[in-house]
């Protein structure tokens, strides 16, 4: 089974930016994605982003459209989720996650690998 681990969360003032990396190992399966979700203290987790391997289709959860973008590194299996314009709300434990591509939004994909996430604390 593949492995995901995240780096890149800390502290910062709302407004400004922050960069998660997650790097992969290469799962059994060509057909994956990579993606983000998060969750609050007493909150459910929530989509945040995601990217189709092969194809780099995009999708984003509605909090975070405009302001987060997702990428990836083909070769070195590693996506990225750039967080702009970062406000107190986003603050979180942020989740990397690789699954199959899936034909239902708003992942569009099935998460079977999960990170133990890296903390993303905005401050006002």
């Known amino acids: 089974q593949a492995q995901v681990i995240e780096s890149g969360g800390g502290l910062v003032q709302a407004g400004n930016s922050l960069r998660l990396a997650c790097s992969a190992s290469?799962?059994?399966?060509?057909?994956?994605?990579m993606g983000w979700f998060r969750q609050a203290p007493g909150q459910e987790r929530e989509f945040v982003a995601s990217?189709?391997?092969?194809?780099?289709?995009?999708y984003y959860g509605d909090s975070v459209k405009g302001r987060f973008t997702i990428s990836r590194d083909y070769a070195r299996y590693t996506a990225y989720l750039q967080m702009n314009d970062l406000k107190p709300e986003d603050t979180a434990l942020y989740y990397c996650?690789?699954?199959?591509?899936?034909?239902?939004?708003?992942?569009?994909?099935?998460?079977?690998?999960w990170g133990q996430g890296t903390q993303v604390t905005v401050s006002s």
């Open positions: 996650t690789l699954g199959r591509v899936t034909a239902r939004g708003p992942s569009y994909m099935g998460p079977d690998t």
């Open positions: 290469q799962p059994s399966y060509s057909n994956f994605a």
């Open positions: 990217i189709s391997w092969t194809a780099a289709a995009t």
